[in-house]
Structures are given as C-alpha cells and as structure tokens.
C-alpha cells in the first residue's frame, strides 16, 4: 500500500471544519479530490486554448451539494498554479448580471475584490499585479545593460510601458482602461500614493458619478452596470500582456437569476449571458475563461432557467447521442454525475486519515466500519440520483467527531442508531441491494 500523504494541522482544521459546515475549503483540496476525473480533464483542456490567445465558456450543472463549488475551487487552484489571475464570486439578489440598481456592478465589484493569483490567493490582488508588472518592466531595461541612473532608463521604462498600454487601444473602452493604467503608472513612479488610490478605485468599480472622477483623475467615465463585462475583457488582455497566462472568471449560483420575479429582468440577464457566450466563442475575447455553475432547474427549466431564453437554449441543449455512459465532455454545459459508492468510500478514508492526524490519535474506524457506512448512506430510495457528498461528508465527519470526543461510544452502535435505521429498514426492502462486501481499502 502506498505511502499515505500526511496533511498539515492548518490545512487540515480549515478542510474538516470546511465540510462540516457544508462549505467548500480554499485550501487542501488535493487531499480530498477523489472522482470527476473527466470533468477536470475537460476544464483542463480549455486551460490550454486560453493560453494560446483562445477563450472558453462552460456552464458545470448539479444539484445542491453535488460537488460544483468543489470543482470550482479545484480548476480555480490548478489554473492559478498554471499563472493564471482568477475572478470568482456568487450571484445573489443584490448581485446579478444586470440590473436596474448596480446589481450587475455588484457583481463586477465582488469578482475584483476576490481576484486572485498563485502569490495572492486569497484575493485583492490587483495592486499588486500592477506594482510587479511596472517593476518587472524595469528589471527588462535593466537587464538590457541600461543602468538604474543612466538616463536612458525612464525613456526606455516609458517606451516598453506604452507598447503594453496602446495594445488596449483596439478593444472597447480601451482607450479610457490605458489613460488610467498610464496614469497608475506615472503616480508610481512618483510615489503618488493618493492617485494610485483614486486610479484603484475606478479600476474597482467604486465610483458613481463621472462629476467625481472628473474630480479626482481628470476623466468622465465610469465602470457601471451595463458594461463592466467589457473591462473584464480588458483585464485579461493587459494581464497577458503583465506576464500571466489569461483571466478565468468563475461566477457561482445562477440559481438567483432563475430566482429574479420579473420576467423581463431575467431575459436581460440571460441576454447577459448570451453576449459573455457569443464573445468566446466567436473569439471576440482573448486569454479568457468563464464557468458558470447552477442547478439543473436554473439551466434546464422552460419558462424561468437559462433556457427559457431562446437563443441560449438552441445554443446550449444536448445532441441527440448523449446518454448515460456516452457525455460529451466538450460541449459547453457539464452535467456532474453523483459520485459512485466506491468514490466516496476513497474520500471518506482519506478524511478519516485527515482527522486522526489532526487530532494525534491511532484511527480507530476500521474499512469495515467505512464500508457499513457508505452502505447505508447509499441503500436509501432513491439514493442513486438524489445523494449528494456534501450530505455525505457532514454526516460522516460529525460520526468521526462524537466518536473522538465520547471514547466510549462505539462506531457500530452509532450506525445502528435509530438515526440511521430507517435507512438500513430500506436497504433490506429493496431487491436491488448492492452487496458492498467489496468495498475494502
């Protein structure tokens, strides 16, 4: 049997109190990855297109607790590995795609403040890609054989700075993104802290009012709520430009757009939508990435989910030959399958491991053990369908809790429990009960 990979105390607390709370971790997901093993590959594969000047669109669709947010914050840690510079947030009421009141600049604002890289990935990273990109310009010149104080060197830092900026000029709103990262980069070399923060505040989509930018930089226009996407375009270009290999903008919950009472608000949003498609697609975006993730109702239903707007739903439907065991893994919406009995008995060792060393003691629930407990969970009605690991994994590591915390409480008996007998009642009543004696580690 292999060496098993000891997992840090840090990273373990945040893991195990992650999933207790039916939450997604940041970090450890390495440890506990088990399963989807096509849907990586597939989001994986449109890494490599975007890297190459290409751009990519994906909609990853599962029920609650299925394990999108999962797979999210996987491909998030991998292409942030890959030097990619990450957005990612969740649509709610006060955030959608468009809306009347900001909310589309809601959403914009939140995807800014968790921008993310390998260096920063707890997000609010944009000053700091700025800082590095004017001082990486300045160690090229350097390293052209220009010294620090000949002077020649500003000329040549300016001359390499404007190449980057005027390269925006052709996108839309191009002109107005290069005049602020100009003007960044003048306050930078001058130490002007108060416009660098001002610039860093339009770049975040904080102002209002063009009276105010005028005000404090000189110019009128503003990010707002119906073109913010266009600057996210912007974005991905200049940070291929600073060095980094595209953007990726992961944007969670679409369930709040299907959510939304008026009708008309919701087919602006998935007008939205279909523009952010269209734009990939017909290669109108550059080093770009975008995942959408929802529920099947959100995707699928007629008169108030994604396809209950046309033009999406012709673009977006399955063919005529998938089925069950035949996906195409390539079309743009993933359909996340349940992870198999076999999976989650993999996971659930993995995160009993994880817990013993946490907490310093010799693990005590055997493969048996394991084994007796993804029976039961997965011997429920309709368990083949409707089971998820997030319920899974709260119901397992609270087993691991109470038997840390209460010594004496066998593992056999909490099994047996009332608690989980109405389960075990249905898994006898049932013909095709699986014989899962052959779950062994």
């Known amino acids: 049997m292999p060496e098993k990979r000891r997992v840090p105390k840090r990273i373990a607390q945040t893991v195990l109190n992650s999933l207790k709370g039916g939450v997604v971790p940041r970090i450890g997901l390495p440890y506990i990855t088990v399963g989807r093993k096509e849907e990586i590959e597939a989001l994986l594969h449109d890494v490599d297109i975007i890297q190459d000047g290409g751009a990519s669109f994906r ?41 009347s009141k900001g909310q589309g600049l809601a959403t914009y604002r939140e995807l800014i403040q968790n921008l993310s890289t390998k260096t920063r990935p707890e997000g609010g990273a944009l000053t700091l890609i700025l800082d590095r990109w004017i ?91 119906s073109d913010w996407y266009e600057y996210l375009k912007l974005f991905a270009a200049f940070f291929r430009q600073a060095g980094y290999a595209g953007l990726m903008i992961m944007i969670d919950e679409l369930v709040n757009i299907f959510k939304i009472p008026n009708a008309i608000s919701r087919q602006y949003n998935y007008e939205k939508i279909l523009t952010m498609y269209n734009d990939t697609l017909q290669g109108k975006a550059k080093y770009l990435g975008i995942i959408m993730c929802g529920t099947p109702q959100a995707i699928e239903d007629r008169r108030r989910g994604v396809y209950s707007y046309e033009a999406l739903r012709s673009r977006l439907a399955t063919g005529k030959f998938v089925q069950n065991g035949a996906r195409d893994m390539y079309a743009p919406v993933i359909k996340l399958q349940p992870l198999t009995a076999e999976e989650m008995l993999v996971l659930t060792e993995k995160l009993a491991d994880m817990h013993a060393n946490l907490y310093g003691y010799e693990r005590t629930i055997t493969d048996d053990d394991l084994a007796q407990f993804i029976k039961i969970e997965y011997a429920r009605v309709g368990a083949d369908t409707n089971i998820t690991p997030r319920e899974i994994i709260r119901d397992f590591i609270e087993l691991l809790d109470i038997v840390w915390q209460n010594p004496d409480t066998k593992i056999t008996d909490l099994l047996n429990s009332d608690r989980f007998n109405y389960a075990k009642s249905e898994a006898v009543s049932d013909n095709k009960e699986q014989d899962y004696t052959e779950f062994r580690i």
């Open 59 to 99: 909609f990853i669709v599962g029920r609650y607790g299925s394990g999108k947010s999962f797979l999210l914050q996987t491909i998030r840690n991998y292409v942030m590995d890959k030097n990619f510079v990450v957005v990612d947030g969740d649509l709610s009421p006060e955030r959608r795609l468009q809306g």
């Open 135 to 225: 001082n990486s310009v300045q160690s090229q010149v350097a390293q052209s054989g220009i010294a620090n104080d000949d002077p020649k060197f500003e000329a040549e830092v300016d001359k390499k700075i404007y190449a980057v900026i005027s390269s925006l000029n052709e996108l839309v709103h191009g002109f107005d993104f290069a005049k602020l990262l100009n003007m960044y980069y003048h306050a930078y070399m001058s130490n002007d802290d108060e416009t660098k923060a001002k610039v860093l505040k339009w770049f975040r989509g904080e102002y209002s009012h063009k009276t105010e930018t005028k005000k404090d930089l000189g110019v009128d226009i503003i990010i707002s709520d």
